[in-house]
């Protein structure tokens, strides 16, 4: 089971957003805890928290992998699971019936700069750093 530190956690609800069994809960800039009943132990809220304030806690003792779960905790995760996924879709489906929130979920491949952009942006970045060098010299 998944356990958050209340004292690292910072509120930035990407573990909330990896969590395929909604069974962490909590809000922006807020701290965040972790239903225990609901957490599969599946670790993927542990690599996306940006402050390393979750760890893992053996509760099933010296049972593992499918030992370590009865049916009805498999079925309900499997529940929780689908539900999470239908309301993901949901969601998606809901931004997609306006053509300007559309444009917010599509991928879009990055757009080669010119020579002539590329060119400009280093004397812009060049100028600046000339000019916070004056400005040093001068105090």
Same mark, same amino acid.
């Given at each position: 089971m998944a356990s958050i530190? $209340? &004292?690292w956690c910072i509120g930035c609800t990407l573990c909330i957003k990896a969590c395929p069994v909604d069974a962490i809960i909590g809000s922006n800039k807020m701290m965040h805890t972790v239903i225990e009943r609901d957490c599969t132990g599946c670790e993927?809220?542990?690599p996306v928290c940006p402050v390393d304030c979750i760890r893992l806690e053996n509760v099933t003792g010296g =049972?593992?992998?499918w030992s370590a779960w009865s049916t009805e905790q498999a079925d &309900?995760? =499997?529940r929780r699971y689908d539900?999470?996924?239908y309301k993901r879709q949901y969601n998606l489906d809901e931004a997609a019936k306006t053509p $300007?929130?559309?444009e917010n979920f599509r991928l879009k491949p990055p757009q080669p700069a010119s020579e002539a952009a590329l060119a400009e942006r280093k004397r812009t970045v060049i100028e600046a750093a000339l000019a916070r060098a004056r400005a040093q010299r001068q105090v």
């Amino acid at each position: 089971m998944a356990s958050i530190d $209340e &004292a690292w956690c910072i509120g930035c609800t990407l573990c909330i957003k990896a969590c395929p069994v909604d069974a962490i809960i909590g809000s922006n800039k807020m701290m965040h805890t972790v239903i225990e009943r609901d957490c599969t132990g599946c670790e993927l809220c542990i690599p996306v928290c940006p402050v390393d304030c979750i760890r893992l806690e053996n509760v099933t003792g010296g =049972r593992t992998g499918w030992s370590a779960w009865s049916t009805e905790q498999a079925d &309900a995760a =499997r529940r929780r699971y689908d539900f999470h996924s239908y309301k993901r879709q949901y969601n998606l489906d809901e931004a997609a019936k306006t053509p $300007e929130n559309l444009e917010n979920f599509r991928l879009k491949p990055p757009q080669p700069a010119s020579e002539a952009a590329l060119a400009e942006r280093k004397r812009t970045v060049i100028e600046a750093a000339l000019a916070r060098a004056r400005a040093q010299r001068q105090v």
